[in-house]
């Protein structure tokens, strides 16, 4: 959450209704889903609320934090927040009305879910900033290192139901992308109010989601070991979801799998976006090859302009030029940082630290350490 204590406001970032993927025995809309919700600090009372998604299907909870800013427009200065989502896209909002810096339009999105489902016929799109992930993957344009591994992706991604972003869970299966993982996840955006830039890492890799019909559900899980399943209990559906990989394990969408992105707040327009992370830590041979990982964890923005964040899995704590998105600098990790650093200052002396400890489920390597680096004066 994040608080405005002189408005007395604060700022909450919601999940998604349960079940996850289906709710076709449940006629509510749930408004309050996925959002974007300011409370009354002293009292608890709902002031405004912006919801993301409507009816959310695919998982896209709000994943992390608003980051409060302000926002100079028409010569006068806006208390706004910048909230991030797993679609990769970005809404500013007025911190006291809710009302979207950038307008909002309601865009047809596909239909016809699964048997008894209940689909919102439009989803909100923010004209700017535009999307910082892809929104649409045609088996066309699957990647590959090798005609066998592409081949392989083109014929995975051809028999999933693929409609674009928002496209319904499916009993055939069907393509999910963004990704559940993001777009933008937990760690949220940093902010230079000054300049008017707001950072984002993003996370750029398809999943596959599939509704399983319950009396074949314990089968379908044996059946795919190191899948994701969960049983969905209340609904005719368990839930198989899986990575959209080829045989070797890599991605079936051309990389960067993994970006740092940089938007101006005042025009909406990206300013840069870079590869970010190296595939050092998760290829056989530690080869620093520069496509872009996915990563969690948040930056954090100096005055004088230096992003620094590690979250990606090859272990390192990064810093980059807030103009340019040149990386200037890193340093070696005991462990994973997935987690966003922290700046702070002793005397006249300023300092980055980071929490290593790793990701067990992303697969980076475990640890237990606080790392701290003093920067120059």
């Known amino acids: 959450m994040s608080v405005d204590p002189e408005r007395d406001l ?12 289906y709710r076709g025995e449940r006629a509510d809309v749930n408004h309050f889903g996925s959002s974007v919700v ?44 910048v909230q991030a989502t797993k679609m990769g896209l970005l809404f500013v909002l007025d911190r006291e009305t809710g009302e979207p810096l950038f307008p909002v339009e309601e865009r047809p999105v596909p239909q016809a879910g699964a048997p008894g ?55 055939a299966g069907s393509l999910m992308y963004p990704g559940n993982a993001g777009g933008s996840n937990w760690g949220g955006v940093a902010v230079h109010p000054e300049r008017q830039i707001v950072v984002a890492n993003l996370i750029d890799v398809p999943f596959g989601v599939r509704l399983v019909p319950r009396a074949q559900f314990e089968a379908t899980r044996a059946a795919h070991p190191g899948d994701e399943f969960a049983p969905a209990r209340g609904t005719p559906y368990g839930l198989h979801r899986f990575r959209v990989l080829s045989p070797l394990g890599l991605p079936c969408n051309p990389p960067p799998w993994g970006t740092l992105a940089a938007v101006d707040l005042g025009s909406g327009e990206i300013l840069w976006q870079v590869p970010f992370g190296t595939v050092r830590d998760l ?36 810093a980059f030029d807030l103009e340019t998105g040149r990386e200037l600098w890193r340093a070696r990790l005991p462990a994973g940082g997935q987690a966003t650093p922290m700046l702070y200052r002793i005397g006249d002396r300023p300092y980055v630290v980071i929490a290593a400890g790793g990701h067990a489920r992303m697969g980076s390597r475990l640890g237990d350490a606080l790392i701290a680096f003093s920067l120059p004066r």
């Not at 009292?43 to 992390?64: C, I, K, S």
């Not at 290829?283 to 005055?303: D, K, M, N, Q, Y």
Request: glycine share 8%; hydrophobic share 40%; with cysteine.
């Open 117 to 171: 489902e209940q689909l919102s016929p439009t989803q909100p799109f923010p004209r700017k900033p535009p999307p910082l992930v892809p929104h649409r993957l045609a088996p066309e344009n699957v990647w590959g290192i090798s005609v066998w591994d592409r081949n392989a992706c083109r014929e995975l991604v051809a028999g999933l139901r693929n409609e674009g972003i928002y496209t319904p869970p499916s009993v």
């Open 283 to 318: 290829a056989p041979l530690p080869l620093p090859l520069r496509l872009g990982v996915p990563s969690l964890g948040g930056p954090v923005v100096t005055s004088s302009g230096l992003i620094f964040i590690a979250a990606s899995l090859d272990d390192y704590l990064r």
């Open 38 to 81: 300011a409370l009354r600090g002293s009292t608890g009372e709902v002031v405004w609320h912006f919801a993301t998604v409507h009816r959310d299907l695919w998982d896209y909870d709000v994943p992390a934090q608003p980051t409060l800013t302000s926002v100079r427009r028409d010569g006068r200065v806006v208390p706004s927040l």
């Open 10 to 21: 604060v700022f909450v970032p919601t999940g998604n209704a349960a079940n996850d993927y």
